[in-house]
């Protein structure tokens, strides 16, 4: 055991009986463990967020069918590197191995890297096993996605968590070169719940904990505290990633929960995103898009209510404009809702595509020049503000086409 290797990697498990969490998935009789016992291994993609198992997984994969293992990261790998691990797969093929070629970040591998081992994965020389935190089906070619199955990982829960903190401190002396480590029950929980579900995030907090509470102790006791996790953890780990599905996720249902009326949850998504890093800006955005279109003509209030909320994120910027742009989302969140502008917008713009460019009728049309008098441009209009009632009634605005279409109503 390689005692300066972070600890996440000394105690990486190395059978699925050492291995916590994804029971959905891995649990007796489920799925990918049916498999794996089987030795009936196709090629995968893990997709889940970091720290819930992927590449241990991928690992246990192949020792469980005695496959050779070869692991790329698609931060670093180009496509020469994946013809090598071809060629090196077709060489142990021929001594009667199978080979799974593990990808790490596969959704960072762009199209024409991808396409470079697809034929392999074909052909049967390679079992492919990707590993993504992003969703496959936005970011994997679709030729591979389609030869692939797709196993979503769960974050870790705090019962999961919980067994690896005590599974790693059970084995002190191999772990740590310490000779036993007590941890306080609420410090375990408490680094249970602010890993978010990330064994990496646990295990390194753990670490730091570990070497904290020895240079503090007066004898020979290791025992960790609330207080040591804490200052191992500083400023815990919020998971969110700007450009990926988190965010659309966020953002989704902050919209929903506005949309809804629950002032809690939207105060609570809005803040989630803000401490994650998202842009003040984009929210707001958001919410002034919101104000047409889920509030609209319920509440005339709401679109400035937006923009005022825009322009004090751009004067005093971000942590300061936070207290804005809650005020914004809590009143859009408590107004009266209507959709008909948006409805009535939408099913314009549809007729446009419909109908096309019909004609404008002829009294609607400017008639800046005598020729385009002369073409009746502009004739028989009734001047709305001076005509009778009767007249603006019978007064036609739609093409012909479209000349009964409602909508708004």
């Known amino acids: 055991m390689n005692i300066h290797q972070p600890l996440a990697g000394r105690v990486r498990p190395q059978t699925l009986k050492e291995f916590y969490g994804q029971s959905h998935l891995i649990g007796k009789k489920q799925i990918l463990r049916t498999l794996i016992e089987k030795d009936k291994i196709s090629s995968m993609i893990l997709w889940g967020p970091p720290g819930t198992g992927k590449t241990t997984l991928a690992r246990i994969i192949a020792q469980e069918t005695s496959a050779n293992f070869v692991q790329l990261s698609a931060i670093n790998a180009g496509v020469k590197d994946v013809r090598s691990a071809i060629a090196d797969a077709e060489s142990y093929a021929r001594l009667g191995?199978?080979?799974i070629l593990f990808i790490d970040e596969v959704h960072r591998f762009n199209k024409a890297q991808q396409d470079a081992f697809l034929p392999s994965v074909e052909d049967g020389t390679i079992i492919f096993i990707g590993a993504t935190t992003e969703n496959p089906s936005f970011e994997v070619n679709s030729a591979l996605l389609s030869r692939a199955h797709v196993f979503a990982l769960e974050s870790l829960t705090k019962e999961d968590i919980t067994q690896i903190i005590t599974n790693a401190l059970s084995r002190a002396q191999e772990n740590f070169d310490i000779e036993e480590i007590t941890i306080q029950k609420d410090a375990s929980d408490f680094l249970a719940q602010m890993s978010h579900g990330d064994a990496r995030i646990a295990l390194n907090a753990l670490e730091i904990a570990v070497q904290f509470a020895q240079v503090e102790s007066a004898d020979d006791?290791?025992?960790?505290?609330k207080n040591h996790i804490e200052q191992a953890l500083q400023q815990p780990?919020?998971?969110?990633?700007?450009n990926g599905e988190e965010h659309y996720n966020l953002?989704?249902?902050?919209?929903?929960s506005m949309r809804g009326g629950d002032v809690n949850a939207s105060i609570y998504y809005l803040a989630r995103m803000l401490e994650g890093g998202e842009d003040p800006l984009y929210i707001a955005r958001r919410v002034v898009r919101f104000a047409s279109e889920d509030i609209g003509l319920a509440n005339s209030f709401a679109l400035p209510q937006a923009t005022a909320a825009y322009d004090a994120c751009r004067f005093i910027g971000y942590p300061e404009c936070g207290v804005n742009l809650a005020q914004a989302v809590i009143y859009m969140a408590k107004s009266?809702?209507?959709?008909?502008i948006?409805?009535?917008y939408t099913k314009a713009q549809e007729d446009v595509k419909k109908y096309g460019?019909?004609?404008?009728?002829?009294?609607?049309?400017?008639?800046?020049?005598?020729m385009m008098k002369d073409m009746d441009y502009g004739k028989d209009y009734k001047y709305t503000p001076l005509a009778s009632k009767?007249?603006?009634?019978?007064?036609?605005?739609l093409p012909d086409e479209l000349k009964d279409k409602k909508y708004i109503k």
């Not at 006791?221 to 505290?225: D, F, G, M, N, Y």
């Not at 780990?237 to 700007?242: A, C, G, P, R």
């Not at 009767?390 to 605005?397: E, G, I, L, R």
């Open 97 to 99: 191995t199978k080979t």
């Open 221 to 225: 006791k290791c025992i960790i505290t």
């Open 237 to 242: 780990s919020i998971l969110y990633d700007k």
């Open 251 to 256: 953002i989704s249902a902050l919209h929903k």
């Open 336 to 340: 009266k809702k209507s959709i008909a």
């Open 342 to 344: 948006y409805d009535g």
């Open 357 to 370: 460019n019909v004609t404008v009728p002829l009294h609607l049309r400017n008639a800046p020049t005598k």
């Open 390 to 397: 009767k007249d603006n009634k019978k007064q036609q605005f």
